[in-house]
């Protein structure tokens, strides 16, 4: 057969799902005509797909050596290094292929997405948009659009474009970014949020209830529970180092876990997860949720627990199908699931304080002492003494996301500058790389008579350790909202640098409150704006004070229910063998 025909042929196997064969033929093809480019391109394709990504940017460069310009595998590479997070080469190959072909609308919005990830957002936009221009109807062209005015901190044109794409592409895969969204936005009320999280439930779930078959679990006494936790980010992710310290201290006489990893590009973290589950360790990103739904069922898993919520990379309709007897959402998103199929919900007193947010859940709530342990890595950097005292000036900062930092937010912001004098404030972000959002915020903060040189931005740190370093660069953090930190805040406050925070009615603007509180900082604590604004600048005029507090900080941590891992963990077991009996009393009580 003609090479021709034969990749013509392997290319529509790959269509059909049937690599195998497609990968044959190629093969052939090359026994035949030893280097041949097409062949070397449809196997780095059908490598790329099997999730073999170093084989696949292998093939694909070799293919594009003798085909510097064809378009699409110019295309298809780039696509391939932006998902390898190799984001310069990424770059590279899909601006010659839009050279060549300057109206590929897909190229446009691959583009596009690259620059989402490396926090330019006005090219991701500019990008974006040009998309748009090519095909007014290409409707997905809005998300990155969507999630890079996220990145500046404009809220509000953000949830319009989401709705605007929710009429136009209803679905899970739409709805969930609109939900996480949502959180970012004061003028959402709690009510408004958990009704839209009940309407998710009611358009997804509903129709799935049909597949849930009715369990009934082997009784619990005198064995281990099997835990299986369900992750987008077993990968280097904020997630990663409030997670590890639990699987790391789970009794396998308690519990024997599981991890389900739906990672599209592991890294080193994923492969530090795999060692520590070991034979438990199942990857599900190239499963449906049926195949995903039958595999947690072979493994008999007694408690299933998603961590992901509606952020990136979510299963949550896996769970919909119910393949465990129990299930719980805890950790990686600040909400109700919505889901009716999940049972519980792991939080606190603090962060969710009994009766003021049960209504906003489908899940019971389960409080645990806190509804999570901060373990500092290995290397944490010597708390530093206020640099007030070297400098002369007090230097507020925060290192949280860019689109926690709304226009209400920066208003508090400037008014604590303004009633300090001489202050600066340091933000430090991926997106601190981008001009665009540099130009907001500095324009943002000169509308209200903050000049711009007492604004420090900076960027993203080589390394974690570096990233700890440059807090002995900030008197006081100040806690976002509605939106509070929580990576960020447990390291603020590891790295001695106390928090002030504005109490909310929710859990996602509860998370500084409670971390406040486990350190003893309850008069760092506002119930108002203006009490927000008061503790900043009577705390600023303090640096003795401030420096006393920096010297008690890690002793505060060891000596909290935030700090201590271990008991965390046996409370998180308990809390798993009381669902499991609450929910099905004839299992025993263990």
Same mark, same amino acid.
């Not at 021709?4 to 044959?24: F, G, I, P, V, Y």
């Not at 308990?574 to 099905?584: D, G, K, L, P």
């Given at each position: ?36 480019? &097409?062949?070397?391109?449809?196997? =780095?394709?059908? %490598?790329?797909?099997? *999730?073999? @990504?170093?084989? #696949? $940017? /292998? !093939? ?52 596009? &997405?690259?620059?989402?990830?490396? =926090?330019?957002? %006005?090219?991701?936009? *500019?990008? @974006?948009?040009? #998309? $748009? /221009? !090519? ?34 592409m209803p679905g899970h895969g739409t709805h969930s970014p609109y939900l996480f969204s949502m959180h970012y936005a004061l003028d959402c009320s ?15 779930? #509903? ?341 006393e507090l920096r010297g008690q900080m890690r002793a505060r941590l060891a000596g909290s229910a935030l700090g201590n891992p271990d008991a965390f ?16 009393p004839s299992s025993g009580p263990g």
């Open positions: 057969m003609d090479p021709a025909a034969q990749l013509d042929e392997a290319a529509a196997l790959h269509t059909q799902q049937r690599h195998a064969e497609a990968e044959a033929l190629c093969r052939a093809v090359l026994r035949a005509k030893p280097g041949h480019p &097409g062949a070397l391109y449809r196997l =780095g394709l059908l %490598a790329r797909d099997r *999730g073999d @990504a170093k084989k #696949a $940017l /292998e !093939l694909l460069l070799r293919a594009n050596l003798l085909l510097p310009e064809d378009v699409a595998l110019l295309a298809d590479l780039g696509v391939l290094f932006g998902a390898l997070r190799l984001f310069g080469p990424a770059i590279h190959r899909l601006e010659a292929a839009l050279a060549l072909a300057p109206d590929r609308l897909e190229t446009h919005l691959h583009l596009a &997405g690259v620059y989402s990830d490396i =926090g330019q957002s %006005a090219k991701a936009i *500019g990008a @974006a948009r040009r #998309a $748009l /221009e !090519l095909d007014p109807d290409h409707h997905a062209a809005l998300v990155p659009i969507a999630s890079s005015l996220m990145s500046q901190g404009n809220i509000p044109e953000a949830l319009s474009l989401w709705r605007q794409l929710l009429s136009h709690p009510a408004e949020i958990a009704a839209e999280h009940f309407r998710f439930a009611e358009l997804y779930e #509903a129709p799935l209830r049909a597949l849930q078959v009715p369990h009934s679990p082997a009784p619990i006494a005198g064995r281990p529970l099997r835990v299986g936790y369900v992750s987008p980010d077993y990968r280097l992710h904020p997630v990663r180092q409030f997670l590890l310290p639990v699987l790391r201290r789970h009794d396998p006489a308690a519990v024997e876990f599981y991890c389900y990893a739906n990672v599209p590009q592991p890294d080193t973290a994923t492969a530090e997860f795999a060692k520590l589950a070991g034979s438990r360790w199942r990857e599900i990103h190239a499963l449906d949720d049926d195949a995903a739904a039958a595999l947690i069922r072979a493994d008999a898993i007694d408690i299933l627990v998603d961590l992901a919520g509606h952020s990136g990379g979510c299963r949550l309709l896996l769970f919909a199908r119910k393949p465990a007897p129990v299930q719980v959402t805890w950790l990686g998103y600040p909400d109700s699931t919505g889901l009716t199929s999940i049972d519980y919900r792991i939080t606190d007193a603090v962060a969710d304080p009994p009766g003021l947010t049960e209504a906003f859940h489908s899940e019971s709530l389960f409080r645990l002492p806190c509804f999570l342990t901060y373990e500092p890595p290995a290397y944490i950097p010597p708390v530093a003494p206020p640099p007030c005292l070297r400098n002369g000036f007090v230097t507020f900062g925060s290192f949280n996301n860019f689109m926690k930092i709304d226009p209400a937010v920066i208003r508090l912001w400037a008014s604590v500058l303004d009633g300090v004098p001489g202050s600066k404030l340091l933000l430090k972000h991926r997106d601190a790389r981008d001009p665009a959002a540099l130009e907001h915020f500095a324009s943002y903060f000169d509308q209200l008579g903050i000049a711009a040189e007492r604004l420090i931005f900076a960027p993203q740190m080589p390394s974690h350790g570096v990233h700890l370093e440059h807090y002995a660069d900030m008197d006081i953090a100040l806690d976002p909202f509605p939106y509070n930190g929580t990576t960020t805040s447990c390291e603020a406050l590891a790295m001695g640098v106390p928090l002030v925070v504005l109490a909310g009615a929710a859990h996602v603007s509860r998370v500084g409150v409670d971390l406040n509180r486990q350190y003893g900082l309850d008069d760092w604590i506002a119930a108002t704006p203006e009490e927000y604004r008061d503790i900043a600048i009577r705390h600023a005029a303090d640096p003795t004070a401030l420096a963990v046996r409370h998180l077991e308990s809390a798993y063998r009381e669902m499991m009996i609450a929910q099905f």
